[in-house]
């Protein structure tokens, strides 16, 4: 029974949608350089790519809305004398950029104003970085921004040491020290505690301001490099590695705890390094295999990871990069954007949507995201003290305003539901124009009518009421002269109306009748009037048995001129089709005959000219 049901929840349904290539950032020279980094970096306005060139190391930033084909020749951010491994952006200045490289150096750069790869001048300028941090010995793989305190940068280097750097002084007065190569980083939602994978093997979990590893583990036990990533606010580090055997495994760790929640679980047998993301707004993991191009993505939900869905491509990737939360569209119901190196040639837009038809902002399912505010500065952060950066209200930002900081408890509203239309007040059936009579089709006469409805009234009479009613007339509808029938309006079909079934008399042609009309709902067939002498209250009940089958009766008759009307209008509509289908077939008679005749004699152009006159007074 427990395979019938399925797990509620809110990205169940979200499905990764690529970009066609016009679209894609294309002519670019991806580094062919082996180490393992992810190769490129995003924030909400910049893309910076490890950029395979001579004479020294070079990344490229490009805007990202300068998408399509690139100029040959741009503007590179030079000054590694050897190849670039790493780029970071700061996390709350999109224009500040880290690098790291094989000359063991650590640069800092700042994207002009106003930056673009297009310019008009014979010679492209590079951009010159506008710091250096040098204490490392041996070259520096990877680079890391603290997410809550600013300005303060953490970078792993080949002389088996992680240093953390206040680039605003340049100084280096923390240092973290491994036995063996450092693969992987991560911090934590407040920038307090800091996760490594090394070469070792183990998982260490590190108090960098007490420069001492609080926690290790074994971790994955395949030879192959493995990665970390720390899941936001949770407690929580999820680690993709290889099992002896070089099956891909993924599991979830909770610092403190020496085994991994649930054990290590297999993913498949594909060599490729898997590369964490996580997505705090969402929780959600995905996991971007390195040289092939399939995407997994999991929510994390008590403990464990609920594979939601994959997105497949014959495209292997070698780098990736996604988005921070308040870069993505929330227009278009976006929760994760992607970008994807492609043959080392063009980068390619992935954007993870949530299939919704609501044009309105969808607060279930976008959260606070994190802002561009740090929590504390780099001094606070060095003397002690913790916090995790405020948020900001994603709804204000899909209204087109500038975003609005929430506090710490907020929770977003229900989305709110489509607008329901206000009932609408029970009212008197609306009377309907008289149709005007057409000659092709007389009425009923009335004679008929009263003869009709007079046997069935009489059906029902007692003995009492047959003798009390010997002087009154044998109906209480008297039969009105039919009015003169006015002209026929003009049509603009050939295919008669449906005729009318009934003339009403106008007010000043009704006759006295003994009996008032009953009233019913729906459009009497025929209106007597009251009775001249007699006044309004002087007419019998409205219970009496013979209104009741007068009623019973109309109802009959309204219900077989409704059934032959609806026949007639059936009828009509079939030939109008045909008709339509008749001009379908002349219009493209003529057309194959325009195409065959092309550039014919001036004859053959009037006899189709001929032919498309007559064709359109058809249509009209």
């Not at 990764?16 to 924030?43: M, P, Q, V």
């Not at 750069?109 to 010995?137: C, I, M, R």
């Not at 600013?150 to 240093?163: H, Q, R, Y």
Request: charged share 25%.
């Amino acid at each position: 029974m427990a395979g019938r049901f399925v797990r509620a929840s809110k990205y169940r349904h979200v499905f990764g949608k690529n970009t066609r290539k016009e679209f894609c950032y294309d002519n670019l020279h991806i580094s062919r350089n082996a180490w393992d980094t992810n190769l490129i970096k995003a924030n909400p306005d910049y893309l910076s790519v490890n950029w395979e060139s001579s004479g020294g190391g070079a990344f490229a930033v490009i805007p990202l809305e300068e998408r399509g084909k690139l100029p040959d020749q741009i503007p590179l951010f030079r000054g590694h004398t050897a190849a670039v491994l790493d780029t970071d952006w700061n996390p709350f200045n999109d224009r500040i950029i880290a690098s790291a490289s094989d000359d063991a150096k650590v640069f800092i750069w700042q994207v002009p104003e106003n930056f673009t790869l297009y310019t008009d001048a014979e010679e492209v300028t590079d951009v010159t970085p506008v710091s250096k941090l040098t204490g490392h010995s041996r070259k520096v793989g990877q680079v890391l921004f603290n997410p809550a305190a600013e300005n303060i940068l953490a970078s792993a280097s080949g002389d088996l040491t992680i240093k953390l750097w206040d680039i605003g002084t340049g100084q280096a007065s923390i240092a973290l020290k491994h036995p063996d190569i450092v693969q992987s980083l991560s911090w934590s939602a407040n920038g307090s505690m800091l996760v490594t994978t090394s070469r070792d093997k183990k998982l260490r979990v590190w108090d960098v301001r007490q420069e001492k590893a609080v926690h290790e583990y074994p971790g994955h036990e395949g030879a192959k490099n493995s990665r970390a990533v720390w899941l936001g606010e949770h407690n929580r580090i999820a680690t993709t590695g290889f099992s002896r055997m070089s099956d891909r495994q993924i599991a979830l760790w909770e610092p403190g705890r020496k085994d991994p929640i649930g054990g290590f679980t297999s993913l498949d047998s594909i060599s490729g390094v898997c590369m964490p993301f996580w997505d705090d707004g969402s929780s959600c993991l995905y996991l971007a295999g390195k040289g092939d191009g399939n995407i997994r993505y999991f929510e994390y939900d008590n403990d464990k990871f609920e594979f939601l869905s994959e997105y497949k491509s014959s495209d292997p990737q070698r780098g990736i990069a996604f988005v921070p939360r308040r870069g993505i569209n929330v227009h278009e119901n976006e929760i994760m954007r992607a970008y994807k190196t492609v043959n080392d040639s063009y980068i390619e837009p992935i954007s993870f949507t949530v299939p919704r038809r609501a044009e309105v902002f969808q607060s279930d399912i976008f959260p606070p995201a994190t802002g561009a505010r740090p929590a504390v500065s780099a001094k606070e952060w060095l003397d002690g003290k913790t916090a995790v950066p405020a948020k900001i209200d994603l709804e204000r930002i899909y209204e087109g305003k500038a975003p609005v900081e929430v506090p710490a408890e907020y929770k977003p509203q229900a989305a709110a539901p489509a607008p329901v239309p206000a009932p609408v007040a029970a009212l008197a059936p609306k009377k309907e124009p008289e149709p005007a009579p057409i000659a092709a089709r007389s009425p009923p006469k009335m004679s008929d009518q009263k003869a009709s409805i007079s046997a069935m009234a009489n059906k029902f009479q007692d003995d009492d009421e047959e003798s009390n009613d010997d002087d009154d007339d044998a109906s209480s509808f008297e039969e009105i002269a039919r009015p003169a029938p006015r002209a026929a309006l003009p049509t603009r079909s050939t295919v008669p109306k449906p005729p009318s079934p009934i003339v009403a008399p106008t007010r000043t042609e009704r006759a006295p009748s003994p009996v008032k009309s009953p009233q019913v709902t729906s459009p009497p067939i025929w209106r007597a009037a009251p009775p001249a002498a007699a006044p309004r209250t002087s007419s019998p009940p409205v219970s009496s048995p013979i209104d009741a089958s007068v009623v019973e009766s109309s109802l009959v008759e309204i219900k077989k001129l409704l059934e032959q009307q609806t026949k007639i209008i059936g009828t009509q509509s079939e030939q109008i089709s045909a008709q339509s289908q008749v001009i379908s077939q002349l219009a493209a008679e003529v057309e194959t005959l325009k195409k065959k005749v092309g550039s014919g004699s001036a004859e053959q152009s009037e006899r189709i000219r001929k032919l498309e006159l007559e064709l359109e007074v058809a249509r009209s």
